[in-house]
């Protein structure tokens, strides 16, 4: 098995699991004596949507590819000031 063979595999074991998890949670909330219709229709629109916003939210952080800081970059931050932080005020400031 190839890589890209071995990564559907596990991102379709992922999709299984979570449509079967979310659809339990789904007939648990609607069965839901102690909850309105209203929040029924929160709590269920809130366990399909969130996990999405997460994804949408961490998606930066998750492709972030830091580069390390050289000098000519840090002149460039700092515009030529030579601080000693990056702010600009110095230490004293």
């Given at each position: ?38 929040g ?54």
């Amino acid at each position: 098995m190839d890589k890209s063979t071995i990564l559907t595999i596990i991102f379709t074991l992922v999709v299984v699991l979570y449509i079967y998890k979310t659809v339990n949670m789904y007939k648990t909330i609607q069965k839901s004596i102690v909850l309105s219709d209203r929040g029924k229709l929160i709590h269920s629109t809130m366990v399909w949507l969130v996990p999405f916003a997460w994804y949408a939210i961490f998606k930066g952080i998750i492709e972030h590819k830091s580069g390390t800081m050289t000098k000519s970059k840090r002149a460039k931050l700092n515009k030529g000031k030579g601080s000693f932080y990056e702010s600009g005020k110095g230490m004293h400031g």
